[in-house]
């Protein structure tokens, strides 16, 4: 069976799992929350957001789902649209962008879009929060 022929809450369920291996096999063992996020901070390649009410590995799951946006079946490219216009308002275009793309330039969004960096995280703070 294929990842795509499972229904959704099954592939966040996997990925869940498949994000908590990744972390233990990486962590060596340790059990300490702290370390293993500097650890897989610096490894995988994603931070915690600090001012968001989600534990590290939900952040993790918002986040590569919404990398992933184009290998998402229709109905969760439709909740990250619709997270979008309700969490960014006149700002959803670059929320969109600062969401479902890697390595993007807040700079470059400010001048792009029009949109101070606080704002910018203030609504990708809504964002995780309302997933």
């Known amino acids: 069976m294929r990842l795509e022929d499972l229904p959704f809450g099954a592939r966040e369920q996997i990925a ?18 702290k370390q293993n996020e500097q650890k897989e901070d610096n490894e ?22 919404c990398l992933n946006y184009e290998k998402q079946p229709k ?12 969490c960014g308002g006149e700002h959803e275009e670059a929320l969109f962008v600062l969401m479902t ?12 879009y029009y949109v101070s960096d606080s704002v910018l995280y203030e609504r990708r703070k809504r964002f995780y929060e309302k997933w």
């Open 44 to 65: 995988v390649g994603f931070k915690k957001l600090r001012g968001v009410n989600r534990p590290y590995r939900e952040q993790g799951l918002i986040r590569f789902t």
């Open 75 to 86: 109905a969760v490219q439709e909740k990250i649209r619709r997270l979008c216009r309700e």
């Open 101 to 112: 793309r890697e390595n993007i330039s807040v700079p470059w969004l400010e001048q792009t």
């Open 16 to 33: 869940a799992e498949l994000l908590r291996r990744m972390h233990d096999d990486k962590s060596g063992g340790l059990n300490s929350e």
